[in-house]
T-cell receptor, first 114, second 115 residues
């Protein structure tokens, strides 16, 4: 079955420290992978995506993600966290070749402490 | 910057009543999606349109939910009758086209509470 897993419900990090939000996937064929961020009572905002090419993808707000095919992972990273990064983060994978249907993980709440 | 518009932002309705949500995608975007997000979960696709045609509605509960995009621009999602389990955030998203790897742009959502 095609799926996305975010193993951590919450990640806590001090401001200025590096952060990692984990994501693993299971999908047939070459994966299209996405990260989105959601602030309270808001829709999702696109951060970055991996389609093909360089395994290290850079996105908005200083975030980056590393695609690892052997480990079927797409972890989100940032070298130095900000308090304003505190939000809910979703990993998603596209399934199907004729649609852009996304399957989302359950989300990871990132809390950055001053 | 162009955005996906949704209304209303909040809706409270009693069970067995009808409710409708509206979405206006980013201008020129051919593909429109409706998602349902239950509290504590990721969004789940309900229906996808390419222009005015339905591409995927496999997860849409068709006995009570309907969606249309008559002119291939804005869209309406309807629930009739609403049930307590329909309480959720309903998100609309759009992208330039289908099967291209484009990211989806999300609107602010409509939070539905069924009492």
């Amino acid at each position: 079955a095609q799926s996305v897993a975010q193993p951590e419900d919450q990640v806590n990090v001090a401001e200025g420290n590096p952060l990692t939000v984990k994501c693993t996937y299971s999908v047939s064929g070459n994966p299209y992978l996405f990260w989105y961020v959601q602030y309270p009572n808001r829709g999702l905002q696109f951060l970055l995506k991996y389609i093909t090419g360089d395994n290290l993808v850079k996105g908005s707000y200083g975030f980056e993600a590393e695609f690892n095919k052997s480990q079927t992972s797409f972890h989100l990273k940032k070298p130095s966290a900000l308090v304003s990064d505190s939000a809910l983060y979703f990993c998603a994978v596209r399934v199907g070749y004729n649609t852009d249907k996304l399957i989302f993980g359950t989300g990871t709440r990132l809390q950055v402490f001053p | 910057e162009a955005e996906v518009a949704q209304s209303p932002r909040y809706k409270i309705t009693e069970k067995s009543q009808a409710v409708a949500f509206w979405c206006d995608p980013i201008s020129g975007h051919a593909t429109l999606y409706w998602y349902r997000q239950i509290l504590g979960q990721g969004p789940e696709l309900l229906v996808q349109f390419q222009d005015e045609s339905v591409v995927d509605d496999s997860q849409l509960p068709k006995d009570r939910f309907s969606a249309e995009r008559l002119k291939g621009v804005d869209s309406t999602l309807k629930i009739q009758p609403a049930e307590l389990g329909d309480s959720a955030m309903y998100l609309c998203a759009s992208s330039p086209t289908t099967s291209s790897g484009y990211e989806q742009y999300f609107g602010p959502g409509t939070r539905l509470t069924v009492t």
